[in-house]
T-cell receptor, first 112, second 112 residues
């Protein structure tokens, strides 16, 4: 079935370090992937997305890498800040191409 | 409004009560989604509307769950005869078409 999972449930880094959050997906037909950030008590907030015709996309301090061969997605955050502390979810579109299927999330903790 | 608005933010219900959760999507957004997020988990898809048409309700866990969007704008998720396992955060999201979803803050339902 369709599912999206993450390699690590938690990641702790020091302020200023680069963070890498990984995600494995199972549906090889998915053509759209997205990373969300969710702070406590809030709804998920869009970070960056990528379509399957690309293998890398950069935003402000964030980069998403897509490896379709091994069905792996990663989010890189440069110069991590305390405000980056949150739960990060990767998601892929479902077989109908409408809804997003979310993984369980990685909790990123940034210490000063 | 500027974002997706959900109400109530918090709802406590006694087992067996009916509840109604409201979502005001971003003005002009065609697509509207409901997700259920259990504690420590990623959001799970419930149902999807395109304008007033409910195109996918495959994620609704039982026939006690019902969603509507009669005028293609505001949506209501209704849960009849609530059970303890219905306790979760219910997230509403909207989008212009498909792709990036803009989420509300969610409605936290606690069933006693």
């Amino acid at each position: 079935g369709e599912s999206v999972g993450l390699h690590l449930p938690t990641l702790s880094v020091q302020e200023g370090d680069n963070s890498i959050i990984n995600c494995a997906y199972s549906n090889s037909a998915s053509d759209y992937f997205i990373w969300y950030k969710q702070e406590s008590g809030k709804g998920p907030q869009f970070i960056i997305d990528i379509r399957s015709n690309m293998d890398k996309r950069q935003g402000q301090r964030v980069t998403v890498l897509l490896n379709k061969t091994v069905k792996h997605l990663s989010l890189q955050i440069a110069a991590t800040q305390p405000g980056d502390s949150a739960v990060y979810f990767c998601a892929e579109n479902d077989q109908a191409g409408t809804a997003l299927i979310f993984g369980k999330g990685t909790t990123l903790s940034v210490s000063s | 409004g500027a974002g997706v608005s959900q109400s109530p933010r918090y709802k406590v219900a006694k087992r067996g009560q009916d509840v109604a959760l409201r979502c005001d999507p971003i003005s002009g957004h065609v697509s509207l989604f409901w997700y259920q997020q259990a504690l420590g988990q990623g959001p799970e898809f419930l149902t999807y509307f395109q304008n007033e048409a409910q195109l996918d309700k495959s994620g609704l866990p039982s026939d006690r769950f019902f969603a509507e969007r009669p005028e293609g704008s505001v949506s209501t998720l209704k849960i009849q005869r609530t059970q303890q396992e219905d306790s979760a955060v219910y997230l509403c999201a909207s989008s212009e078409n498909t792709g990036e979803l803009f989420f509300g803050e969610g409605s936290r339902l606690t069933v006693l």
